[in-house]
């Protein structure tokens, strides 16, 4: 199975230990990571609507549910991650209106792990 781009960064930044404390939450933070930047991009894509953090918090406890890995990772850490998102996505936005060159959020996320 190939990796998306987002997933092979991140993955070379665990591997060269630019993560600190990722044990067991590295997968679950990974898989989390791609499935909010992609639920972003198909919501504005397809809906023409723009989540929230808060959209995106509230259904974390419906995904730890359906997935067991993901209960096993404290929410907090989910949290921050779907805020890394939130953060890129804000400075993206204010980088487009500022009339400067927006660069799209994935690398700003995985740089900040």
Not at 63 to 91: H, I, N
Request: glycine letters at 8%; charged letters at 30%; hydrophobic letters at 35%.
């Amino acid at each position: 199975m190939m990796e998306s781009p987002v997933q092979g960064q991140l993955a070379r930044r665990v591997r060269w230990g630019g993560c600190g404390n990722v044990r067991p939450e590295r997968g679950a933070t990974r898989r989390v990571l791609t499935q909010s930047l992609d639920e972003r991009k198909c919501a504005s894509r397809m809906a023409g609507v723009s989540l929230s953090y808060e959209d995106q918090c509230a259904e974390l406890p419906e995904c730890k549910e359906v997935r067991p890995e993901l209960a096993e990772v404290p929410s907090q850490v989910l949290q921050d991650v779907v805020k890394r998102v939130d953060l890129a996505f804000d400075a993206f936005f204010r980088r487009l209106e500022e009339g400067e060159k927006p660069g799209y959020p994935v690398r700003r996320i995985v740089g900040s792990y």
